[in-house]
Structures are given as structure tokens and as C-alpha cells.
């Protein structure tokens, strides 16, 4: 395949390279779902926010998170095999920030009230949806292992309104209303 210029469609000059701050710049034009990712089990507790997580596919039900090799998480996850994501709602900006700062696993979890899925992992009440998952295969790339966790249990909780990530800031975005 030739690479042209989209402009005048004539220079085969190769583009120049995309640097990781562009990349980050133009990754935060792409709007997420918040989430926090927890784990229990032999490894013991912990949870990290993230905004990297998607469907893989609905057969099996299946979706995808990337997480920090490097982050205190990263060890727990893998120890135990098994995660909850619990898709954040509005008024939830604080805990995520606390999942996301430099904090000691149990202070994070001093804030609010969480009850075990069937897998062990911390379920968040009030969370907009929770998936409870056990991880079936990881893949690193980079920086990251991208986790493939296969979807044991879901919970609907009884928030509307979703926290979404965009342009380096929270927003909200809402659900249908009844009339
Ligand atoms: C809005 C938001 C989204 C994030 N998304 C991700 C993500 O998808 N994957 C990841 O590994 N870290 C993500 N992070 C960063 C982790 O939450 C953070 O590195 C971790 O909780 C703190 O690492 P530490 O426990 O090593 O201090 C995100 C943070 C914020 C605030």
C-alpha cells in the first residue's frame, strides 16, 4: 500500500512519528467509561481505576482491560486470576481519583461500601453495572498486559448516569428517563 499525504495527495514523504505525548494528547479526544478493577484472593486485595476496558465478544461473554505492569495492582491481578470491573457513576469522581493516586490498598477501600462477587472480588454498590470476571488469558504489549476476563456474573446497579472520561476530565452522561 503507498502512503500519501492526505492534504495534496502527491508527497511520499513517510509521516513523521507519533510521540507518546501526542498519542496521549490524541487519546484524550476518545471519551471512556470509568471504571474501578478489583481483585481478591491469594494475592490479596486491591483495585485500580481504569478507562482502558471493552467488549471482546458475547460468546463467551468477554471483555478486555489493560493494566500497568508497573502499578501496585498489577501483582494481585495476576495472583488471583480474577477481577471485578465496576463501571463508575456519577458523584463517583472521588473514588476514582483515590483508586487512581499512589494509595495503600485498604485506604482505597475504606471509601465506599463493597460487597464479594462470586469470584471473590470486591463489588462496588451503587456502581452504573459490575462484571465479575475470572481472567482467562493476558498479553503483554508495551507497557501493559492486556487482560481478556471472561464475564461470570453481571449486576445492574441503580444509577443512570455514567462518569465518562474525556478531555482530561469527568463528565456525566445519562440514561434514558421514564417519560
Ligand atoms: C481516569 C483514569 C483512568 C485510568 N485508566 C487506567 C487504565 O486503563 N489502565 C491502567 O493500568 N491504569 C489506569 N489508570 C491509572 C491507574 O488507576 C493508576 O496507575 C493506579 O491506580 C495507581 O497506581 P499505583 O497503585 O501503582 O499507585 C487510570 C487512572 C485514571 C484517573
Known sequence: MT?????????????????????????????????????DGPGGRHGFTASAVCSVTDSPPTLLVCLNKGSSA??????NGVVCINTLAAGHEPLSNLFGGRTPPDERFASGTWHMGATGAPMLVGAVVAFDCRIVRAVEVGTHDVLFCEVIGVAEGGSDESLIYYDRRYHTLSGPTDD
Open 3 to 39: 502512503q500519501c499525504s492526505p492534504l495534496d495527495g502527491a508527497s511520499h514523504n513517510a509521516p513523521p512519528p507519533v510521540t507518546r505525548q501526542g498519542y496521549r494528547n490524541a487519546m484524550a479526544r476518545l471519551g471512556a467509561a470509568v471504571n474501578i478493577v478489583t481483585t
Open 74 to 79: 498489577a501483582g494481585p491481578v495476576h495472583a
